[in-house]
């Protein structure tokens, strides 16, 4: 049975996804773990993962969390030509990053220690 028209969608929606994340996490990688960080090593380190996003159709996405990491991924490329210092480019990306990845962990965990109304049934 041949695979419906909503399924091959799907199927090319997640492969622009993983892109997405392979590319985010090849960059954050390589600009925290680089011990002599130069703009030539930053600007192969894009044009290489850049050749993967590549190869892979764009696709709308909708979700706020996935919006956030192709407007990332956009703003590495971006930085490549731009003439920033490679450190100020390190600084930007990396809290970029860290702002996407708290506000994703801000949906899958909630601290309710500090709420008092979960305790007064123990008094």
Known sequence: MAASNKAIENAARLRYIRALERFHKSVISYLSSTQELTKEGYDKKIAN??????????????????????????????????????????????????????????????KDKHSSSKYKDWE
Request: proline share 0%; charged share 40%; glycine share 2%.
């Open 49 to 110: 993962a850049l050749k993967l996003l590549q190869r892979v159709e764009e696709i709308a996405l909708y979700k706020g969390d996935l919006q956030d990491l192709q407007k990332l991924v956009q703003k590495m490329i971006s930085l490549k030509e731009s003439d920033k210092e490679i450190d100020d480019i390190k600084d930007e990306v990396l809290y970029n990053s860290n702002q996407l990845d708290k506000t994703k962990n801000a949906r899958r965990y909630k």
